[in-house]
DNA sequence: ATAAAAACGATAATCATTACTATTTTTATC
DNA sequence: GATAAAAATAGTAATGATTATCGTTTTTAT
């Protein structure tokens, strides 16, 4: 149970593939669900949360948490990295600044216990929202 | 509405920040309710979330999200910290290592729009998991 | 004392997510 | 190709954390 090929086809899965590979937004599963409908009418939201569990529980999409009540966040990309949520418009993008430091092996250097990893979500107002702020006032 | 005097006393919110000041295990709102109720047996979960809400609105106490379905944990200290949560036994314990490098501030040098702060949770194993775990098999 | 504002307790509502179930699809085998 | 077990689906109910509502009680300024 560790790779793609523990699944049998689905079309519908391949569908939610299929449109997540399409964007750099990071939908939502109910953004998922709406999207696919387009082409599986009678899909059911309960059918995109199993696929996307699956998938991430794979290693084959990535799954992000947004803290609060928000809805996770879907990510075609599963290999870790950084990213950004704007407090203006609430866009959630990549994260592409150069490397940072390994703040995971940093900590596990004066740590008593054992830290393999951690989760970083960075928080500010993105390109085109300093832009509106600038033309304000 | 930015500080403590903007509220009214409440004998709830006093014991609800009470209980708190004493605890290094960040606990959940309802571990806060089922302990607040032997002082004030008829106090509601919704009292409980609303202080909690309001206090760690004001900057008076901390909230950690901790991703997933998982409830919220409340911290008697609001200054921003860091926090690591055992893979084995659930706990959540502030990370006591020395200095880290200021990822926001690193990332924000090489961002387009403006990034003014970050949350990361730390994961791994404790001590007394690591412990428990060497001394099976 | 008193009246407006805020907080309370009880409970309902919300929202994301998961669980359940009968039916349909996939896939390995004949 | 027939077929039967396993997995997936659609529809819907359930869960769990959190927030909202509302009539009552407490606080506080006058």
């Given at each position: 149970m560790t790779d793609i090929s523990t699944l049998k086809k689905s079309k519908q899965r391949d569908a939610i593939l299929a449109f997540l590979s399409n964007?750099?937004?990071?939908?939502?599963?109910?953004t998922v669900y709406m999207n696919v409908k387009n082409d599986f009418p009678s899909i059911?939201?309960?059918?995109?949360?199993?696929?996307?569990t699956q998938l991430s529980d794979l290693g084959?999409?990535?799954?992000?948490?947004?803290g609060g009540t928000l809805p996770d966040?879907?990510?075609?990309?599963?290999?870790p990295h950084l990213h950004f949520l704007c407090r203006g418009c609430g866009c959630l993008s990549d994260l592409d600044v150069g490397p940072l430091p390994d703040l995971a092996a940093l900590a596990d250097e004066h740590f008593d216990g054992r830290i393999d990893s951690c989760v970083t979500l960075f928080y500010g107002y993105c390109e085109k929202c300093l832009a509106m702020e600038s033309g304000l006032s």
């Open positions: 964007r750099k937004d990071h939908p939502t599963a109910d059911s939201l309960g059918t995109v949360y199993r696929n996307l084959i999409i990535g799954r992000i948490n947004m966040r879907f990510d075609p990309n599963p290999e």
